[in-house]
């Protein structure tokens, strides 16, 4: 059965420095979400792609995060100067509809010290 | 904004029993989902449904949109199902707004 992959599983990184998280989505999927969860906290949505462009982020998003889809099969979230508070488990989810079931990829544990 | 709350927060259980987890919303959605986590974190899709009662196996969904609530039902538990149950609903665009989950543990 098709699935959402995502790596690295883990990652320590330091506080200013710059993390990639990639996912590879189902590969007939469209639609393309990052979500996080900070350890005790309930999932927060970050951003929704389609078409090649974002189409809605929420407040998290601020300008140290970005998404490509650099090949047509990866799906990246970037995070230009972590800081400690980006520590949480990131979340790719892909759908074949706009609203659809969305399928989780099994996380990124991101902590930043 | 979309308010999203579960109850209980906390549930246990014995092997054999019915379990139901209840979800409320605060405005209108297209679609409501519910969602298990394990404890490694990972998450999986079990049900979305926009009106009605959905099954699958032992377990029962059903929505009622002039309420704005849901509930997720178990019949005869198993120490398996243990894990954390999240609502959560697509508004007026697709992502998903996350309840707090409702960790169930269910004992032999």
């Known amino acids: 059965e098709p699935e959402v992959t995502q790596t690295p599983s883990h990652q320590v990184t330091q506080m200013g420095q710059e993390v990639i998280l990639r996912c590879v989505p189902i590969?007939?999927?469209?639609?393309f979400y990052w979500y996080r969860q900070i350890l005790g906290q309930k999932v927060e949505f970050l951003v929704s792609?389609?078409?090649?462009?974002?189409?809605?982020k929420s407040e998290i998003f601020d300008d140290q995060f970005s998404v490509e889809r650099p090949d047509g099969s990866n799906f990246t979230l970037k995070i230009r100067s972590t800081k400690l508070e980006d520590s949480a488990m990131y979340f790719c989810?892909?759908?074949?509809?706009?609203?659809?079931?969305?399928?989780f990829g099994p996380g990124t544990r991101l902590l930043v010290l | 904004k979309n308010e999203v709350e579960q109850s209980p927060q906390n549930l246990t259980a014995q092997e054999g029993e019915f379990i139901t987890i209840n979800c409320s919303y605060s405005?209108?959605?297209?679609?409501l989902h519910w969602l298990q986590q394990h404890p490694g974190g990972g998450i999986v899709s079990l049900f979305m449904?926009?009106?009605g009662k959905k099954k699958h196996g032992r377990l029962i969904a059903t929505i009622n949109i002039q309420e704005k609530h849901s509930s997720l039902h178990i019949t005869a538990s198993h120490p398996r199902d243990s894990a954390v149950y999240i609502c959560?609903?697509?508004?007026?665009?697709?992502?998903?707004?996350f309840g707090t989950g409702t960790r169930l543990q269910v004992f032999p």
């Open positions: 989810a892909s759908s074949a509809e706009r609203v659809g079931t969305q399928y």
């Open positions: 590969s007939n999927h469209l639609y």
């Open positions: 792609f389609y078409n090649n462009e974002i189409s809605e």
């Open positions: 405005v209108g959605i297209s679609a």
């Open positions: 449904l926009s009106s």
């Open positions: 959560a609903v697509s508004d007026n665009t697709d992502k998903l707004i």
